[in-house]
């Protein structure tokens, strides 16, 4: 007897077979509809980067009660939390000395939480810890970062290593998941608790990337002048563009995963 197939599942195995050229097109499809449906439902577009920001906090709190509730971190990098907690304390040194504001209290209390999850990693939970797995060289992305600030910055009126600093915090979170899907490129399988918190880092990319493409929209161009001249206002737009592009095809997997009633995701390869 032939078995119903569901919508989702026809829709992703056409989407499956479609070329990479394809796929690429339908990914900015969707991403230019979900920016359009944003800009009507959502008035104050500000609203987006806190919303941001929460959505990273609940990904956050998802790795806590992974850690104390299963007491294990398989399936966590380290490299990658020690890059977000790098560009976090840069970031947080950035808003004290430039801009105060409700980002800052933000990013402290995912500062504090990212070092938790990097102490119980390193002590706690170490037997547990796939060092073999998580073997992405982190200082492939942390040189470039900082030679790519010291030629593309902001050009404000802030003393000249604070807007390196800024940038610098920019570029290194559009690439501070790498080490974290090296390690489920090499593992294949994710467990419920990783793939929601890395399901949330990609929610929180593609708002954070929403805020900033509806803010040039809404101002017509005149934000990236308020951010200075040069090459740096058409960096900060591509590098959302790039961190949230990292993580759309795993997302795609995990809204996939989540629709199929599957509670542990396997990844084909290729994926990440």
């Known amino acids: 007897m032939r078995t119903t197939r569901r919508p989702i599942q026809v829709v992703s195995t056409w989407v499956r ?7 690429a097109f339908l990914a900015v499809i969707t991403g230019m509809a979900a920016l359009v449906l944003l800009r009507a439902i959502v008035h104050d577009h500000d ?11 609940i990904g956050i709190s998802v790795l806590i009660y992974k850690l104390m509730k299963e007491k294990t971190c398989a399936g966590l990098s380290l490299k990658s939390q020690e890059l977000t907690a790098m560009f976090l304390a840069v970031r947080l040194y950035c808003s004290f000395v430039m801009e105060y504001d409700i ?4 990013d402290l209390a995912t500062l504090a ?7 119980m990693i390193r002590f706690n939970l170490r037997s547990s810890y796939m060092e073999d797995k998580d073997n992405f060289l982190i200082y492939y992305v942390v040189i470039p970062c900082a030679a790519l600030a010291l ?6 009126s802030h003393f000249f290593v604070n807007r390196v600093f800024w940038a610098f915090c920019v570029y290194l979170e559009a690439v501070s998941v790498l080490p974290q899907l090296r390690v489920m490129q090499n593992t294949k399988i994710v467990e419920p608790f990783t793939a929601h918190y890395v ?8 708002l954070s990337c929403a805020h900033w493409v509806l803010q040039v929209l809404d101002s017509r161009g005149h934000l990236l002048v308020a951010l200075g001249y040069g090459l740096w206002p058409s960096m900060v737009l591509i590098s959302e563009i790039v961190q949230t592009f990292i993580l759309a095809d ?13 509670l542990v995701m396997r990844l084909p390869s290729g994926v990440v």
């Not at 609203?47 to 906090?57: P, Q, R």
């Not at 980002?103 to 933000?106: I, K, N, R, S, V």
């Not at 939480?113 to 102490?119: A, F, G, K, R």
């Not at 795993?250 to 809204?255: A, E, K, L, W």
């Open 113 to 119: 939480t990212t070092l938790w999850v990097i102490y």
């Open 103 to 106: 980002h800052t209290l933000l």
């Open 250 to 262: 795993f997302c795609y997997y995990y809204v996939k995963s989540v629709f199929g009633g599957q």
């Open 17 to 23: 077979r479609q070329p990479p050229k394809v796929k």
């Open 151 to 156: 030629l593309i910055h902001p050009s404000t």
């Open 199 to 206: 399901f949330a880092l990609g929610v929180a990319r593609f």
């Open 47 to 57: 609203n987006l980067f806190v919303a941001a920001e929460a959505v990273h906090s």
